[in-house]
């Protein structure tokens, strides 16, 4: 008998471990189909925000309304776009008529950017100003609507370039951070004509860091040897298994030096009337500070900015998504858990109201 439970026991692993082993190879087959399928996905999605605007703004009327009122109105809006449709097309027709030019509605591209630590959306970001600098004139403006605590240098120093690129066309670029632009954020953020914060947002943190954990101590204490060659008397300094010299931390001091000075360099250059040495101490300010010490130039929301513009321009959010292999699909799962992970813990670095 205990044989025979035992082998049940066995039996019961077996089964549970050979459906579970199926539940992921089926899992990952199922994807690899759908990415096959997919594959040819290469979309750039154009949203009107004026309409958006429009038809939550109606929404709200109608809610209001009684059904009588409601049907009215319908038919009201609908006589009023007829109309207005109407008057556009006999005075752009008048002013060809007359050699007149037809006086081009301004349109005012909207793109976000909401970075982990090593920039992952700024594949997305190329991707989308390499299409609106096809079309853009010096007449359009960019909205950047930009969420990062900041990460990789070569990563945010990449999302600056790409951002730079609107400015090389002489397109205006404005920048806006309702949360959180610090570091290699604010990095991007500074390329701006124009930068607008929430006045509790986050911004500056104009430093470098680096840092790596150290198991050498643990690796004598249990008689392991740690072997490591290079050629090139700097070509690794710290490491995490060997033993740490004071020559190599001061060489790696030296080069987290060299990393600071042109990020300050870079940030002077976009906004000369700041004093740089004042804030490149790696310090983080809220909006209204920011303000003061010239991080930013006005102190207003990304909501409060579209709705003002959209009378006098053609709002449009600019989205591409590109086709995804397996590999991809899976890293972007792990990173976006990743990146989940990172901000809270950044956000738990930050003051709190409790």
Same mark, same amino acid.
């Given at each position: &008998?205990?044989?025979?439970?035992?082998?049940?026991?066995?039996? *019961?692993?077996?089964?549970?471990?050979?459906?579970?082993?199926?539940?992921?190879?089926?899992?990952?087959?199922?994807?690899?189909? @759908?990415?096959?399928?997919?594959?040819?996905?290469?979309?750039?999605?154009?949203?009107?925000?004026?309409?958006?605007?429009?038809? &939550?703004?109606?929404?709200?009327?109608?809610?209001?309304?009684?059904?009588?009122?409601?049907?009215?109105?319908?038919?009201?809006?609908?006589?009023?776009?007829?109309?207005?449709?109407?008057?556009?097309?006999?005075?752009?027709?008048?002013?060809?008529?007359?050699?007149?030019?037809?006086?081009?509605?301004? @349109?005012?591209?909207? *793109?976000?950017?909401?970075?982990?630590?090593?920039?992952?959306?700024?594949?997305?970001?190329?991707?989308?100003?390499?299409?609106?600098?096809?079309?853009?004139?010096?007449?359009?403006?960019?909205?950047? @609507?930009?969420?990062?605590?900041?990460?990789?240098?070569?990563?945010?120093?990449?999302?600056?370039?790409?951002?730079?690129?609107?400015?090389?066309?002489?397109?205006?670029?404005?920048?806006?951070?309702?949360?959180?632009?610090?570091?290699?954020?604010?990095?991007?953020?500074?390329?701006?004509?124009?930068?607008?914060?929430?006045?509790?947002?986050?911004?500056?943190?104009?430093?470098?860091?680096?840092?790596?954990?150290?198991?050498?101590?643990?690796?004598?204490?249990?008689?392991?040897?740690?072997?490591? &060659?290079?050629?090139?008397?700097?070509?690794?300094?710290?490491?995490?298994?060997?033993?740490?010299?004071?020559?190599?931390?001061?060489?790696?001091?030296?080069?987290?030096?060299?990393?600071?000075?042109?990020?300050?360099?870079?940030?002077?250059? @976009?906004?000369?009337?700041?004093?740089?040495?004042?804030?490149?101490?790696?310090?983080?300010? *809220?909006?209204?500070?920011?303000?003061?010490?010239?991080?930013?130039?006005?102190?207003?929301?990304?909501?409060?900015?579209?709705?003002?513009?959209?009378?006098?321009?053609?709002?449009?959010?600019?989205?591409?998504?590109?086709?995804?292999?397996?590999?991809?699909?899976?890293?972007?799962?792990?990173?976006?858990?990743?990146?989940?992970?990172?901000?809270?813990?950044?956000?738990?670095?930050?003051?709190?109201?409790?």
């Amino acid at each position: &008998m205990e044989f025979i439970s035992e082998y049940g026991l066995f039996l *019961l692993k077996a089964i549970t471990i050979t459906v579970a082993i199926l539940a992921t190879v089926g899992g990952i087959l199922g994807m690899a189909m @759908r990415q096959r399928h997919n594959h040819a996905e290469d979309t750039l999605e154009l949203t009107s925000l004026n309409e958006k605007y429009e038809s &939550m703004q109606s929404a709200l009327k109608q809610a209001l309304m009684d059904p009588h009122e409601q049907k009215a109105a319908a038919k009201a809006e609908k006589k009023e776009k007829k109309q207005e449709a109407k008057e556009k097309a006999k005075t752009a027709k008048k002013k060809a008529k007359e050699g007149q030019e037809v006086e081009a509605k301004k @349109r005012l591209f909207v *793109l976000d950017f909401d970075g982990d630590i090593k920039a992952s959306p700024v594949t997305e970001m190329r991707e989308e100003i390499s299409a609106l600098l096809t079309l853009a004139g010096e007449n359009d403006e960019v909205l950047l @609507r930009l969420e990062s605590g900041g990460g990789a240098v070569h990563s945010y120093g990449l999302a600056a370039s790409q951002l730079q690129r609107i400015r090389d066309h002489n397109i205006p670029l404005t920048v806006s951070v309702d949360r959180v632009a610090a570091s290699g954020g604010y990095l991007m953020a500074c390329v701006a004509d124009n930068i607008i914060a929430a006045p509790f947002a986050i911004l500056g943190s104009i430093g470098v860091i680096a840092q790596i954990p150290n198991f050498n101590k643990i690796l004598k204490k249990n008689d392991i040897d740690f072997e490591q &060659m290079t050629a090139g008397k700097y070509k690794r300094t710290l490491t995490m298994l060997g033993e740490n010299t004071d020559e190599a931390r001061a060489k790696f001091q030296e080069e987290l030096e060299e990393v600071h000075d042109q990020f300050k360099d870079f940030v002077s250059s @976009r906004r000369p009337e700041m004093d740089i040495e004042k804030v490149a101490t790696g310090e983080h300010w *809220l909006g209204e500070r920011a303000l003061e010490l010239g991080l930013v130039d006005t102190l207003q929301t990304s909501d409060d900015y579209l709705m003002a513009q959209r009378e006098n321009a053609d709002i449009l959010l600019l989205k591409y998504t590109g086709p995804q292999t397996l590999i991809e699909k899976l890293s972007a799962r792990m990173s976006m858990l990743m990146h989940s992970m990172g901000k809270q813990s950044r956000e738990d670095a930050y003051p709190k109201l409790m």
